[in-house]
Nanobody, 125 residues
Framework: QVQLVESGGGLVQAGGSLRLSCVASGRTFGRYVMGWFRQAPGKEREFVAAMLWSGSTTRYADSVKDRFTISRDNAKNTMYLQMNSLKPEDTAVYYC??????????????????WGQGTQVTVSS
C-alpha cells in the first residue's frame, strides 16, 4: 500500500497560480502511475493529470492542458501539480492517487488503488 498526503491548496484569484504537493510513502514506485484528480461539489471525480513515476510520460485532461504541469522529485518521493492561469471552474478538492499495477496511464479513477485525503483549491472570480 502507498500512503499519500497532499498539500498546497488554498484560495487564489482567477489568473493566479498554486502548486500542489503529494508526498508518497510505503512501497517503491518503480512501476506506478501517479495521478491527480479533482472533485467539485455535486460533480463526479475527474481526471486532471498523471505520470509514470519511473519515466517522463505524462497525460493531461484537455481542460487543464497548457495550464497545469505534473512533475516529481524522486529523491523526495513527492509529486507536484503546478497550476497556472487558474479559473473559477478549477475550484475543487484535488486528490493525489497511485495506480500500483499500471501498464499505462489511465484516466479512470476506479483504476487507482491508493488515495490521499485531498486538498481544497478555490479560485475566485
Amino acid at each position: 500500500q502507498v500512503q499519500l498526503v497532499e498539500s498546497g491548496g488554498g484560495l487564489v484569484q482567477a489568473g493566479g497560480s498554486l502548486r500542489l504537493s503529494c508526498v508518497a510513502s510505503g512501497r517503491t514506485f518503480g512501476r506506478y502511475v501517479m495521478g491527480w484528480f479533482r472533485q467539485a461539489p455535486g460533480k463526479e471525480r475527474e481526471f486532471v493529470a498523471a505520470m509514470l513515476w519511473s519515466g517522463s510520460t505524462t497525460r493531461y485532461a484537455d481542460s487543464v492542458k497548457d495550464r497545469f504541469t505534473i512533475s516529481r522529485d524522486n529523491a523526495k518521493n513527492t509529486m507536484y501539480l503546478q497550476m497556472n492561469s487558474l479559473k473559477p471552474e478549477d475550484t475543487a478538492v484535488y486528490y493525489c492517487a497511485a495506480d500500483r499495477f499500471a501498464l499505462t496511464i489511465t484516466t479512470m479513477a476506479t483504476n487507482y488503488d491508493d488515495w490521499g485525503q485531498g486538498t481544497q483549491v478555490t479560485v475566485s472570480s
